[in-house]
C-alpha cells in the first residue's frame, strides 16, 4: 500500500509560480512512477507530468512544457511539481499518484494510488 498526501496548492496570479510536494509512505518509492493529474470543474482527469520509475525519464502533456518540472527525492519520499508561468487555464485540482507499471504511464487507470488532491487557483 501507498499512500500520498499532496499539499502547495494555492492562488497565485497569471504568471506566478507554485510547487506542489506529495509525501509518500512506503519503503519501496523508488520503484513506482510517480504522476501529477488535475481536474478542472466540469472537466475529465488529465495527465500533466510524470517520472518513470523504470528508466527514469520525465514527461509532461503538451500545454504545460517548458513550464512545469517534475521531480523526486526517494530519499524523501517526495515527489514535486514546479509550477512557473502559470495560467488561468491551469486551474484545477491537482492529485499526485503513484504506479509500479514500468514504461511511462500516462493514463487514469494505469495509476493504483492518488492523494486527496490540492486545489490550484490561477487568477487573471
Known amino acids: 500500500q501507498v499512500q500520498l498526501v499532496e499539499s502547495g496548492g494555492g492562488l497565485v496570479q497569471a504568471g506566478g509560480s507554485l510547487r506542489l510536494s506529495c509525501a509518500a509512505s512506503?519503503?519501496?518509492?523508488?520503484?513506482?512512477?510517480m504522476g501529477w493529474f488535475r481536474q478542472a470543474p466540469g472537466k475529465e482527469r488529465e495527465f500533466v507530468a510524470a517520472?518513470?520509475?523504470?528508466?527514469?525519464?520525465?514527461y509532461y502533456t503538451d500545454s504545460v512544457k517548458g513550464r512545469f518540472t517534475i521531480s523526486r527525492d526517494n530519499a524523501e519520499n517526495t515527489v514535486y511539481l514546479q509550477m512557473n508561468i502559470l495560467k488561468p487555464e491551469d486551474t484545477a485540482v491537482y492529485y499526485c499518484?503513484?504506479?509500479?507499471?514500468?514504461?511511462?504511464?500516462?493514463?487514469?487507470?494505469?495509476?493504483?494510488?492518488w492523494g486527496q488532491g490540492t486545489q490550484v487557483t490561477v487568477s487573471s
Open positions: 517520472n518513470s520509475w523504470s528508466d527514469g525519464s520525465r
Open positions: 512506503g519503503r519501496t518509492f523508488s520503484r513506482y512512477a
Open positions: 499518484a503513484a504506479t509500479a507499471v514500468a514504461g511511462r504511464p500516462a493514463l487514469s487507470y494505469e495509476y493504483h494510488y
